[in-house]
């Protein structure tokens, strides 16, 4: 699975967008891009993914660069709960092994979203 | 309703015990985990079953041995309890289709 660059932490106002961007360049091209996070004490939670075209959910969105080595995720109005680890990862398709599925997990990055 | 639980959230035990972690999941996957946090924050995976076959097994060392009775339920047993198993271990379930895993709250291990 290609490797991916994170910030190591950024800061984010309340109500106010937060962007977090990843490096995937050696992506290829059934590589899916994933975003996890993690609040303190919790468990990883998925968030979004996506192959190419941008996607949005009810948590977040995810834009893809054209030639996919990096990608952002975008939550739009972060709030004080938002406070988490945030990991970016790349992976075969998952119709690829099927079973044979685990997510490599990175540093990731701290996003910290102040009053 | 709890999609992946674990119990005991908390574990603390003395060197040389043997111990078990319990995880159920009620969201109907046939993949089941177990990933382990140290106490520097790495996520690192340590095995994965699929409708109670083992299919990833990540260099863990034999005193761990994962138990799957069915389906639902993966349990984590853990011989001889080191200093370094100290950590945090999640288990979590995949959803085929979309693609995605599902983690429980953890359990944190302490060994003294």
């Known amino acids: 699975d290609a490797k991916t660059t994170q910030p190591t932490s950024m800061d984010c106002a309340e109500g106010r967008a937060a962007n977090l961007p990843c490096n995937h360049s050696t992506i290829s091209g059934n590589e899916y891009v994933y975003w996890y996070r993690q609040i303190h004490s919790q468990g990883p939670q998925y968030i979004i993914h996506g192959l190419k075209n941008n996607e949005t959910n009810e948590m977040a969105s995810l834009i893809i660069t054209e030639d996919r080595k990096s990608s952002t995720l975008i939550l739009p109005h972060a709030t004080l709960r938002d406070t988490a680890v945030y990991y970016c990862?790349?992976?075969?398709?998952?119709?690829?092994?099927?079973?044979?599925?685990?997510?490599?997990f990175g540093k990731g990055t701290l996003l910290t979203v102040n009053p | 309703d709890t999609a992946v639980s674990q119990t005991p959230k908390y574990l603390v035990t003395q060197m040389g015990n043997d111990k078990s972690i319990k995880c159920e999941q009620n969201?109907?996957?046939?993949?089941m985990y177990w990933y382990k946090q140290d106490s520097k924050k790495f996520l690192k995976i340590m095995f994965s079953?699929?409708?109670?076959?083992?299919?990833i097994n990540e260099t863990v060392p034999n005193r761990f041995s994962p138990k799957s009775p069915d389906k639902a339920h993966l349990n984590l047993h853990i011989n001889s309890l080191e200093l370094g198993d100290s950590a945090v271990y999640f288990c979590a379930s995949r959803n085929w289709r979309t693609d995605t895993q599902y983690f429980g709250p953890g359990t944190r291990l302490t060994v003294l």
């Open positions: 969201l109907g996957h046939d993949t």
């Open positions: 990862i790349v992976r075969s398709s998952h119709n690829s092994g099927g079973s044979n599925y685990k997510l490599t």
């Open positions: 079953y699929n409708n109670k076959e083992l299919i």
